[in-house]
């Protein structure tokens, strides 16, 4: 019988079917945050349980971490130290690897498990965090769950899940110069709604696709959840493979070896029959940037916003329908989250803030994904680029992705931000969020209003 990836990965993992049509399936990594992480390993010790195999979870400080030079266990938000604290206690009294505040290895989940190579093709991956499923970039079945299944993994190595449906998004043709991974997605959403993918686990595919990097991969994958998909996921290849050679635990020797041989067969099958289908063509996307409070309202950086766009976001972004969304004054710019904040990302913004200055009246953050990313743009100097620029450069974390951390944006301010959500106050109170690939800000924050990256000279 001809199988979707979806279908695959779903099968090797079944330990046993439930009677509602559901499956108990085995979960090989389970990641944890300072955010949620404590309260989930305390409830599980107050049950009376222990944590299944240690040396499957992972613990991180990413969410309210403070990112300004310096920092320490303090937070800005009120509290926030002992969430700190208390995670590093209960995940050390569980033998749970820990990347704590100034461990080498911080950062963002989503960006380190793939550095180390802990995300794999082929395996399954949840974390209490939506975003979860930007690993899926590498063949694995990964996805955002809630503090008490996070409990359940951890006490059993299962949980209980109903299966998807399968749907491919397949990118037709090759982008234009200028169009990122970021825009591919939001134009996907765009054209289909931020319901568009419920209920299915989304397979990306097509020669757009394959011919990303795997970094370009992961942003791609990061915002299905944008688009209400459990999951979203690439076949491996020979891209994947060469990113996880190496990597601190991922396969070595006669291993590596056969797990690749393995993992040549995770892909579906041809004429594997979909749920659902999404052709796009790729050769007509633009770069995009958001006008509403929802990632489906996201139009051409060089359009009109909708003359029917809903009254509710356009008075909360304070917009006018049928304006341009280009040259609209920007008070701020961010780069920086588990979206858009890679070495690759970094890179490419660099070099077109290099001998330039971004707007006065414009504040400009950029704050990377962990901390090997960090060390290894300054290595290259990219740090000085953003300095010179004139914005400010931080240690690694989720940072002003969101104000969780007590971190915001002046009150009222518009944001131009490589981030993956512009819902109302995400960051900061009644803070306006255009969200837009890296390059995107970039430009903007030079010009002080919204700007088109293919009209920087």
Request: glycine share 10%; hydrophobic share 45%; with cysteine.
């Amino acid at each position: 019988m001809l199988s979707t990836l979806l279908a695959k990965l779903w099968d090797m993992h079944i330990v046993a079917p439930l009677a509602d049509g559901g499956a108990l399936l085995a979960i090989d990594r389970i990641f944890l945050h300072e955010r949620t992480g404590a309260a989930a390993l305390n409830a599980l010790s107050q049950a009376g349980r222990s944590v299944n195999d240690p040396a499957r979870i992972f613990a991180v400080t990413d969410h309210i971490v403070d990112t300004r030079p310096g920092r320490t266990d303090q937070t800005l938000m009120p509290g926030g130290q002992a969430f700190i604290t208390e995670t590093r206690a209960v995940a050390r009294s569980a033998g749970i690897r820990l990347f704590d505040v100034n461990d080498p290895d911080q950062g963002i989940a989503h960006v380190i498990s793939p550095e180390l190579g802990i995300v794999l093709p082929g395996t399954t991956l949840i974390a209490p965090d939506s975003h979860t499923c930007t690993q899926g970039a590498f063949g694995s079945l990964a996805w955002g769950i809630g503090s008490s299944e996070a409990e359940h993994a951890m006490a059993t190595g299962t949980l209980r899940m109903q299966r998807p449906k399968a749907m491919r998004v397949t990118f037709s043709g090759l982008v234009a110069q200028g169009v990122t991974p970021k825009d591919m997605i939001l134009h996907l959403i765009a054209q289909n709604s931020a319901a568009g993918g419920k209920g299915h686990a989304i397979e990306f595919a097509g020669d757009a696709v394959t011919a990303l990097d795997m970094e370009g991969r992961m942003t791609l994958c990061n915002m299905a959840t944008e688009f209400s998909a459990m999951a979203g996921f690439i076949a491996p290849d020979d891209e994947t493979f060469a990113y996880l050679e190496g990597r601190r635990y991922a396969p070595q020797g006669p291993q590596w070896d056969r797990a690749v041989a393995h993992w040549r067969t995770l892909r579906s099958d041809d004429d594997a029959l979909f749920d659902s289908e999404i052709e796009i063509d790729a050769t007509a996307i633009e770069p995009m940037v958001t006008w509403g409070t929802s990632p489906e309202a996201a139009i051409a950086v060089g359009g009109n916003i909708p003359d029917d766009a809903a009254v509710a976001p356009l008075t909360y972004m304070d917009l006018q329908a049928g304006k341009s969304i280009k040259g609209i004054k920007i008070d701020a710019a961010f780069i920086g989250s588990c979206t858009n904040a890679r070495l690759s990302d970094l890179r490419r913004s660099a070099a077109l803030l290099k001998g330039r200055h971004i707007a006065n009246h414009v504040k400009a953050i950029c704050v990377p994904g962990s901390s090997a990313v960090k060390r290894a743009a300054e290595a290259e100097g990219l740090h000085q680029i953003f300095l010179d620029a004139g914005f400010e450069w931080r240690e690694s974390g989720c940072s002003m992705c969101f104000f969780a951390g007590g971190e915001s944006f002046e009150a009222g301010s518009r944001v131009i931000s490589s981030t993956n959500r512009n819902f109302e106050s995400r960051q900061g109170p009644n803070v306006k969020t255009h969200i837009a690939s890296p390059e995107t800000v970039a430009a903007s924050a030079l010009a002080g209003a919204i700007a088109d990256v293919r009209e920087l000279a």
